[in-house]
């Protein structure tokens, strides 16, 4: 392994490694929110119980309130279990309640001793909350203990009220979460125009109701109107679970159902495959399925089309093409019609629709000393001709813009030559260049000598649109004369979104910044972060990060260093959230200067295996004004047991002496019961 690769991938183990204290969110239901309203949206995520706050990116929108779910126990005991709900439910179903002031009702005293009893102040405050607050209490009692699958990263629970200005932008914006030293990383939330329809987070079961199946408890709530066009859905998918929504369709409407779910959450830590890849069916009223979409071309949220042959109720499922599921499985879905609308979707508009085009992402423009051709494989198995005059001899790099751009083409680069008067069918063969997975993976041992653990890690560019199956090699020219490079498809594909840019250049030293940071808390009107150089054909000299007339930057790479501490401080004092782009420029042996822009990146793992680095929309710096959370929930006295021993003859529990139950034998102790007298 390369000196750059290895310093590159020692710097992100240090910089996880230092962000354990950092909030991580990893969901948020919704995903999406009206304009001129208010929402209340929970967040599973983890180290969030130090939040303070949080930020909104743009105008119009913000968090007015902060509300930290604090642990539950998972079991309570069966009469703790019945007390809970009993009272769960009178507050639903709207009974007076008898208050003993000045505490809440309390538990008959033989429960209180009960040696299974558990403590949690949410639960002894029931008729303080609202219903999505009652919600998070029945989902801890009523799911199993394991279900779906332990997911600590993703268990703890914020609620935000989030609020919408009826004249706010519609769009993507960043949610971010920030406690008293630091903020998380940006999370794609989209404000909208349209009216939406949210999932329950958890359908409460009626009274009395024999079983909680969770087939009625996580699914949607069955009180949902048909939906008339157009209308954004926002749910949740467990495993093994369909989503079906009822739509008012018109005849002669051309329906678009676009979902955006894997880019929510581009990566999964503990699946295969490691992201989302959620599908659309359409049903008619006679349940045949009338449209299907999984993929749409090379990207797993799909978009559904379909003409509406005849007025009529309509069905639509979304559920993951593996029936998995989870916490953080979210989405939105647009349906809209676009006879009326818009017209339908590009794979450029949708690519990059949640994570934007990092620096390395964007085609040069032509120059004295670099070519751009322009093109489009619109046809299958068409080969493109570029042919170029090379004047003297010297070393070419040769690179090709299709998926970083938006384009379905996974292209393949072909160099030929000399020409001079020889058909291309003759011509020698002098290069070719496929995908390019050496600038984005890099293969190390995790493990020992003696039992070897090999892990493959995407330094860079770890985006949705697929990078690596952009091209790019270097040849050189020992003689002058015209050369040809062409341009297809690898499995000979073709249509009218199969765009490219192809650039030729002399090739010359450069160099790209990253940061594994994207948001930062500014405390002392300072803010510092990690940031990496990645040294390209050669490039040795130092690189410095540009200061403005809005901050100064301390901070560079000298010699061969590959990372960097870096340290802003900023000239003007500000409350809220600001975006800032950084540059950092450095000096080629011919004297000329190299400006790029740094591009700031959050990092990201996937299937156990792959770590990446998302591209963000720019580097977010913010100041906390008044704390928005809301303060804790006490309740006075605490409701203790009296603790009984856990120690059993022969390390047996109650369980195997108590006829498989946590009771006692006619009220009995532990110390009755067993011999050891304990």
């Known amino acids: 392994m390369s000196s750059i690769r290895l310093g590159i991938v020692a710097a992100i183990g240090l910089c996880a490694a230092a962000a354990l204290a950092i909030p991580k969110p990893g969901y948020y239901h919704p995903s999406s929110v009206q304009v001129g309203t208010k929402t209340r949206v929970i967040m599973g995520g983890d180290a969030v119980y130090g939040v303070q706050g949080a930020w909104i990116s743009g105008e119009g929108a913000r968090v007015t309130r902060l509300v930290v779910v604090p642990g539950m126990p998972r079991s309570p005991g069966k009469g703790q279990h019945a007390w809970i709900m009993n009272w769960l439910y009178d507050i639903l179903e709207e009974k007076p309640i008898i208050k003993k002031e000045p505490h809440r009702p309390l538990p008959p005293e033989a429960l209180v001793e009960e040696t299974d009893w558990q403590e949690c102040n949410w639960w002894h405050f029931l008729d303080d909350h609202d219903h999505l607050e009652l919600e998070t209490v029945a989902r801890f009692i009523l799911t199993p203990e394991r279900y779906p699958q332990p997911t600590p990263a993703l268990d703890h629970l914020v609620i935000l009220d989030v609020e919408v200005d009826a004249d706010a932008r519609p769009g993507r914006r960043d949610?971010?979460?920030?406690?008293?030293?630091?903020?998380?990383?940006?999370?794609?939330?989209?404000?909208?125009?349209?009216?939406?329809?949210?999932?329950?987070?958890?359908?409460?079961?009626?009274?009395?109701f024999p079983h909680h199946p969770l087939s009625i408890s996580l699914h949607l709530d069955p009180k949902i109107p048909p939906q008339k066009l157009p209308i954004h859905l926002d749910g949740q998918i467990w495993p093994g679970e369909v989503d079906k929504y009822i739509l008012r369709l018109e005849e002669g409407q051309q329906l678009v159902c676009s979902l955006i779910g894997r880019?929510?959450?581009?990566?999964?830590?503990?699946?295969?495959?490691?992201?989302?890849?959620?599908?659309?069916?359409?049903?008619?009223?006679?349940?045949?399925?009338?449209?299907?979409?999984?993929?749409?071309?090379?990207?797993p949220d799909p978009v559904l089309t379909y003409k509406v042959p005849m007025d009529g109720f309509y069905t639509l499922k979304v559920y993951d093409n593996l029936y998995r599921g989870g916490p953080n499985f979210v989405y939105t879905v647009f349906c809209r019609d676009a006879k009326t609308d818009r017209p339908l979707y590009t794979p450029k508009e949708r690519a990059f629709d949640c994570y934007p085009q990092p620096a390395a992402f964007i085609a040069p423009k032509p120059s004295s000393n670099v070519i751009v051709r322009t093109g489009s494989i619109d046809v299958p198995g068409r080969k493109d001709r570029h042919f170029i005059e090379i004047k003297e001899p010297g070393t070419w790099h040769f690179e090709l813009y299709a998926r970083r751009e938006g384009s379905p083409l996974d292209g393949v680069l072909n160099l030929y030559g000399p020409m001079g008067n020889l058909p291309l069918s003759v011509a020698p063969r002098l290069a070719t260049w496929d995908d390019n997975p050496g600038r984005l993976y890099e293969v190390k041992n995790v493990g020992s000598d003696d039992l070897p653990i090999i892990k493959t890690n995407m330094l860079y560019e770890g985006t949705i649109p697929q990078a690596e199956c952009d091209p790019s090699g270097m040849f050189t020219f020992k003689e002058p004369g015209k050369y040809c490079v062409t341009v297809s498809d690898r499995a000979g594909l073709g249509g009218?979104?199969?765009?490219?840019?192809?650039?030729?250049?002399?090739?010359?030293?450069?160099f790209e910044v990253f940061s594994l940071i994207s948001a930062c808390r500014v405390n002392g009107g300072r803010a510092r972060f990690k940031a990496c150089v990645l040294r390209k054909d050669g490039f040795d000299g130092d690189i410095t990060f540009d200061s403005t007339p809005d901050y100064d930057v301390n901070g560079g790479f000298s010699g061969d260093d590959l990372e960097a501490d870096v340290t802003?401080?900023?000239?003007?004092?500000?409350?809220?959230?600001?975006?800032?782009?950084?540059?950092?420029?450095?000096?080629?042996?011919?004297?000329?200067?190299?400006?790029?822009?740094?591009?700031?990146?959050?990092?990201?793992?996937?299937?156990?295996?792959?770590?990446?680095?998302?591209?963000?929309?720019?580097?977010?710096?913010?100041?906390?004004?008044?704390?928005?959370?809301?303060?804790a929930r006490h309740v006075g006295p605490q409701l203790k047991g009296k603790k009984q021993t856990k120690s059993h003859s022969n390390g047996q529990n109650c369980s195997s002496c108590h006829l498989k139950t946590n009771r006692h034998t006619k009220g009995k102790s532990c110390n009755a019961c067993h011999k050891d007298k304990n």
């Open 175 to 208: 949610l971010i979460l920030y406690d008293g030293n630091s903020a998380s990383a940006p999370h794609p939330f989209y404000v909208t125009k349209e009216p939406h329809v949210a999932e329950p987070y958890f359908v409460i079961p009626p009274r009395g």
């Open 263 to 299: 880019e929510l959450f581009p990566y999964l830590g503990d699946a295969v495959p490691g992201f989302f890849n959620p599908v659309l069916s359409l049903l008619d009223s006679t349940g045949h399925e009338v449209a299907f979409a999984d993929d749409f071309y090379f990207l």
């Open 496 to 510: 009218e979104h199969y765009d490219y840019s192809l650039c030729m250049s002399p090739a010359e030293p450069s």
């Open 568 to 631: 802003i401080s900023f000239k003007k004092e500000w409350t809220g959230l600001k975006r800032f782009d950084l540059t950092a420029s450095g000096e080629l042996p011919d004297g000329r200067t190299i400006r790029v822009r740094v591009t700031p990146t959050d990092p990201g793992e996937q299937a156990f295996a792959y770590s990446h680095l998302l591209p963000a929309h720019g580097f977010y710096f913010g100041i906390a004004g008044a704390s928005t959370r809301e303060p």
